[in-house]
């Protein structure tokens, strides 16, 4: 910047703030186009009562969605739309009956893998609370997830469903230290701590005692965070 005049400088940023400016609206309109496409997709498949039944046509379904949802995790139709095709195609419940199966069968390795359509989809919802810790739209989805994988948790221990009691256990245990990982980074994030709650009265293992050591020691190290930052 040295040696330039200070009009010039000044048309120089103008010149780009215009050019990020026309940038960024051909992003919005390609954005918009993809929202309405997924919008689409969705009335035809609601009008046509086409119902997907496997992993793949599941996957197909919902691509458009999850990278539109990645951008932006804020459009609540998108993860409506997420809700209803899951839910119809059962494709999470199959995948957590044959994991019990195999587990009452002694085949405990064999238990939900990695690659199951439930972790991909805890996987990419995770990616949406990143891109916006405070997405109401992520957090229901992720609570209504995880309640439609797992019926039967510790608000309702009389129903029957053939999944297995020690894959509820493991999935919350990850979600309580995922709620814990995000607090670290924002103690005040209150979309984090209503989603802990839940998690944690659904959580056979989880006391009230160890919340309340939890939360304690959050509350200090805000207070310890507020009164050095005012020195």
């Not at 009008?47 to 996957?59: G, P, S, W, Y």
């Not at 119809?88 to 019990?100: D, F, K, N, T």
């Not at 839940?198 to 939360?215: I, K, M």
Request: net charge positive.
């Amino acid at each position: 910047m040295h040696g330039r005049r200070k009009a010039e400088n000044q048309a120089a940023l103008l010149a780009r703030s215009e050019a990020e400016k026309e940038a960024a609206r051909d992003k919005v309109h390609k954005y918009k186009q993809l929202v309405a496409l997924a919008l689409k997709q969705r009335r035809e498949a609601n009008d046509q009562n086409l119902t997907v039944t496997t992993r793949k046509e599941l996957e197909e379904a919902l691509a458009l969605s999850a990278q539109l949802l990645r951008v932006n995790p804020d459009v609540y139709t998108l993860w409506n739309h997420r809700k209803e095709a899951i839910a119809a195609s059962q494709v999470i419940r199959h995948e957590l009956e044959g994991a019990y199966a195999r587990e009452t069968g002694g085949e405990l390795e064999n238990a939900l893998p990695p690659t199951s359509f439930l972790k991909t989809e805890l996987s990419m919802i995770a990616e949406c609370i990143q891109k916006n810790p405070k997405s109401y739209g992520a957090w229901h989805h992720r609570r209504w997830l995880l309640e439609h994988a797992f019926p039967c948790t510790a608000s309702s221990p009389s129903c029957s469903s053939a999944t297995s009691p020690s894959q509820l256990v493991a999935t919350l245990d990850k979600e309580v230290a995922l709620c814990a990982q995000l607090l670290d980074v924002d103690e005040r994030n209150f979309h984090c701590w209503n989603y802990r709650r839940w998690v944690v009265s659904q959580h056979p293992g989880r006391s009230a005692t160890d919340e309340f050591e939890f939360s304690t020691a959050r509350i200090y190290k805000n207070f310890r965070s507020v009164t050095e930052g005012g020195k």
